[in-house]
């Protein structure tokens, strides 16, 4: 029997589920399943990570720990060996701590995770796992167990190639998105998600595991892409025909997700408990902020001369800063990042300035980075600015940038050498904002409440707790008790138990399922396209 059924929404944010449940003109009520699961349960803003990204977010609502333990904070890891830096993609492997899957399996539950990001190569389960973000002619030997893809095979028109990220198909939209494009862009995802959620339907009515967990991913990438038609405080009141078919084709993808989510909770039974969250929310972004540009026009960075050889031409273009490494002291690796690294010399004559020097350099980039203002208004660009010690804690502290930015609008900040710094944006394009969404419904779970804000390494203990399963002692979330009747707590209250079975990664014996360059390649190339890498 399902105790527990989390379903995972990808950047889902209340501006968009709460336009959408509500009865609207000539529309009506797009997703009329999650208006009443949201009206007869819990819910609540979910608090991100300090950048509130893909990579950190899930792996803390996989842990129950922030970025500083579990040390993922982007897409991909940079290595700075002083004449040059070094960038490699994340994978299972670097994730530190203990996942979710992995504390409900040594405790005797039995779990299913579908689609979660930084799950390959895949560790030991209790279960079934198949992974999200890996390229389709990988999938079979990166799920667990063995025998699981043959079983997928099974499902009526089930295809690898629609349920893992198509990236030839994808990147057809790298150098210009026509109207078609976008369209076909809403379709696929709409495809994607149902072969999402064959999988999910397969597993939860034949193996009925303990833990239930689908992530579906599909309302980031439309959001990303189609904001400006999900928004309803952007979208225009006298659109065009065009305009209108648009909009049309994102409902429909968000009713054919309603009539999954209401199917999963259906199998999942009435005494099953179910949870809903994202990463992050989403807003709009404005204009273009070019931190690296203004760190050059400070004095903190130079970039590298590039000449007409094909070596020079393939490193401009890359996805990646591309700087004089011997002369640059302050830069910022990714613009998926958000963050500014600082170069302390690692010996005397490296590149980088003086450990001794490195508070009050520090300091000083601060103080101009408050500065960085608008022109017309006198506005600051960047909103907050965090040391790493402010907002990260544990092994992995020295792994965080140095600084965590916070753009006015929330955008992602462009790496690219061009001027000026901060220029408007054609038109307003979707970004990620600090709060998502975080619900939950089912016997045991109060009715019509509004709870308080939470932290995504809050929804690991919360589901932990839902398992009927000890609280382990080093978490960082906390149970969101508020979401359960006092009935519940009183029957089953919340027991602290030992930490973590381990702080490390047990070794995964797949090598045979890495990922290539090329695939690498490729998987860098999607993210360009969403917007994270340039």
């Given amino acids: 029997m399902t105790r527990t059924l989390f379903i995972g929404l990808d950047g889902a944010t209340f501006t968009v589920l709460d336009n959408i449940t509500s009865d609207l003109p000539e529309i009506g009520v797009t997703m009329p399943f999650l208006k009443q699961f949201m009206e007869t349960g819990v819910r609540a803003k979910l608090r991100s990570t300090p950048n509130p990204l893909t990579p950190p977010a899930w792996v803390s609502i996989m842990t129950g720990r922030t970025p500083g333990s579990h040390g993922v904070y982007d897409f991909v890891r940079y290595e700075d060996k002083g004449q040059d830096v070094y960038f490699t993609l994340y ?9 979710i899957w992995s504390m409900a399996s040594r405790q005797n539950r039995t779990a299913v995770a579908l689609n979660f990001p ?11 796992l198949v992974p999200g973000f890996v390229p389709w002619k990988h999938l079979r030997r990166n799920t667990t167990p063995p025998e699981l893809y043959d079983r997928l095979k099974e499902i009526p028109d089930f295809d690898p190639k629609e349920l893992a990220w ?5 990147n057809q939209t790298l150098t210009y998105m026509s109207t078609d494009d976008l369209e076909n862009w809403v379709k ?5 998600e149902e072969q999402w959620f064959r999988v999910a339907e397969k597993l939860l009515t034949e193996d009925s595991p303990d833990l239930m967990a689908v992530l579906f991913d599909g309302t980031d990438k439309l959001q990303h892409q189609v ?3 999900l928004d309803p405080g952007i979208y225009p009141t006298h659109n065009t025909p065009w305009q209108q078919q648009m909009r049309k084709s994102c409902l429909e993808y968000f009713r054919r997700l309603d009539g999954y989510i209401q199917r999963l909770v259906e199998i999942a039974g009435p005494d099953a408990q179910v949870f809903m969250a994202s990463d992050h929310g989403f807003t709009a972004t404005t204009e273009v902020v070019r931190i690296n540009a203004f760190l050059h026009e400070k004095g903190y960075l130079t970039w590298r001369k590039v000449d007409n050889s094909e070596a020079e031409k393939r490193r401009e273009a890359s996805n990646f800063a591309n700087l004089d490494w011997e002369e640059t002291l302050a830069y910022c690796p990714t613009p998926s990042s958000n963050g500014i690294a600082i170069r302390v010399a690692k010996k005397p004559g490296e590149p980088g300035i003086k450990p001794e020097e490195y508070e009050s350099f520090r300091e000083k980039l601060i103080q101009d980075l408050e500065n960085f203002k608008d022109e017309n208004t006198g506005e600051r660009i960047i909103q907050a600015i965090y040391k790493r010690e402010d907002v990260y804690s544990g092994d992995a502290l020295l792994e965080a940038p140095d600084l965590t930015l916070v753009l006015r609008d ?4 462009s790496i690219n ?4 710094p901060v220029e408007p944006r054609k038109s307003p394009q979707g970004t990620h904002h600090p709060d998502g969404i975080f619900l939950a419904g089912g016997k045991g779970i109060k009715s019509g409440f509004e709870a308080e804000r939470h932290n995504v390494a809050d929804v690991p203990a919360t589901l932990l707790y839902s398992l009927g399963l000890e609280i382990p002692s080093n978490l960082e979330g906390l149970v969101a008790k508020s979401f359960f009747t006092d009935e519940c707590l009183e029957s089953k209250p919340v027991v602290t138990g030992a930490t973590t079975a381990s702080d490390r990664a047990p070794e995964v014996d797949n090598q045979s399922g890495n990922i290539t360059e090329d695939e690498k390649d490729k998987i860098l ?3 360009q396209m969403l917007g994270y890498l340039e």
């Fill in 91 to 99: 994978d299972s492997r670097d994730i530190r701590t203990e996942t």
């Fill in 118 to 128: 930084f799950t390959a190569p895949p560790r030991p389960i209790s279960g079934s």
């Fill in 166 to 170: 198509d990236f030839e198909k994808e």
């Fill in 188 to 192: 696929y995802h709409i495809i994607r």
């Fill in 227 to 229: 904001w400006e038609f």
């Fill in 410 to 413: 929330y955008g992602f900040v």
């Fill in 417 to 420: 050498n061009v001027l000026p």
């Fill in 525 to 527: 190339a999607q993210l």
